[in-house]
């Protein structure tokens, strides 16, 4: 019996994403796709990597790079609305959160201008996510393919200082189908980032 109990709570283990050069670790969604660049992955482990080089690789890929991920389903072989979970790192270049944040909510208003109905379900505000004070915001948008098909997409942003660089998580799903609400929670609860 207790060799029973001992798979089961094994099985029951979550996958998690870890980088450790950056610090950040999240539950991965069970079951997506991972579409990340695994030669950078691989790459970031094998050197010796201080703040200032870390910065440098940011820099180098115009002031944000990829750090994982994931999709619900295949987008070569589905149409319409794929959900999905991004996480970027980002240059940190003021570190006064009040400062910060409102750059943030400048840029979560620019969102009006790429998608005409773009509307805000939370306006930015102050979150903490792991303990560490943050901005958050979400809003709905229509999304048209290209075969004509149209959805209600909804966004959800999460943004993590971390000394000189910054945490953005996108997490994407859909207003009336697709929904994803339980999960993205689960995930953002999920993260740990290292101090």
């Known amino acids: 019996l207790s060799v029973l109990l001992f798979c089961v709570a094994v099985h029951a283990q979550k996958q998690r994403y870890q980088n450790k050069e950056y610090g950040f670790a999240m539950d991965e969604p069970e079951g997506w796709l991972w579409a990340n660049n695994d030669d950078l992955k691989q790459n970031l482990g094998k050197l010796d990597l201080d703040n200032a080089k870390l910065l440098k690789i940011i820099l180098d890929h115009k002031g944000s790079l990829l750090l994982m991920s994931y999709y619900k389903y295949d987008p070569m072989t589905k149409a319409g609305l794929i959900p ?3 996480v970027n790192v980002r240059e940190m270049r003021n570190k006064d959160f009040s400062i910060f944040k409102s ?3 400048k840029s979560a ?8 109905d773009y509307e805000f379900i939370d306006e930015p505000k102050e979150v903490r996510v792991n303990r560490i004070k943050s901005v958050y915001f979400s809003g709905k948008f229509t999304m048209k393919t290209q075969m004509g098909e149209i959805y209600r997409v909804r966004s959800r942003t999460y943004v993590i200082p ?4 910054y945490f953005q998580i996108v997490l994407t799903d859909g207003v009336v ?3 994803c609400s339980k999960l993205f929670e689960d995930l953002i609860d999920s993260i740990k980032i290292k101090k």
């Open 84 to 86: 999905a979970v991004q």
């Open 109 to 116: 208003n620019s969102f009006k201008d790429l998608y005409p």
């Open 177 to 179: 189908t697709e929904d």
């Open 162 to 165: 971390h000394g000189d660089f």
């Open 103 to 105: 750059y943030i909510v």
